[in-house]
């Protein structure tokens, strides 16, 4: 696993930070006094616009519970990778990689092998494209071979021959 640096939330605060605690204030009722005041008191500091990320996400904080909101849920976040980068397989997949291939019941023991030789011309999948497309076809795969038969055998022989 990658090194990830942790973020710095300690630089200065976002404009969106700045719109939402103004706006939260007019909701709410306060003059730019009255917000001040507030920021005053949760930050210790006067200035809206002096505030750090952490500062402003405590201001925010405190106008939702003083207007009784709940915060919203946290967006899940997109990656976005620059041209000619791919982003590697997922946990989720790699988990459903392995719940479907319990599913099939292999002729050989390096069946798998051999399918992501012919689907992705590598043994096992490296990028999330190249999972997506090895779970499509061990999906098909499952299906195929937990369907029951759709024509039953018929008495004396392969022709139905009596």
Known sequence: MAFRPKKDTSGP?????CKRIWAQGREQGLDG???RDLVYGVTGMA???ALTKDQAAA???ALNQAGGRT???????????GPGVEPLVTGEQ?????ALKGEIPWKRKDGYTRLCRKIIKRDQ???VREAQMVIEALKGWAARVNRPPSI???AGGPRGER
């Open 94 to 98: 790699r988990a459903k990689i392995e």
């Open 13 to 17: 605060k976002t404009a969106a930070q």
């Open 125 to 127: 999948p490296r990028t």
């Open 47 to 49: 200035s809206i616009a």
């Open 71 to 81: 915060p919203p849920p946290p967006r899940r976040r997109t990656r976005t990778y």
């Open 33 to 35: 006094e009255a917000l």
């Open 152 to 154: 039953p055998p018929q």
């Open 59 to 61: 201001v925010i904080e």
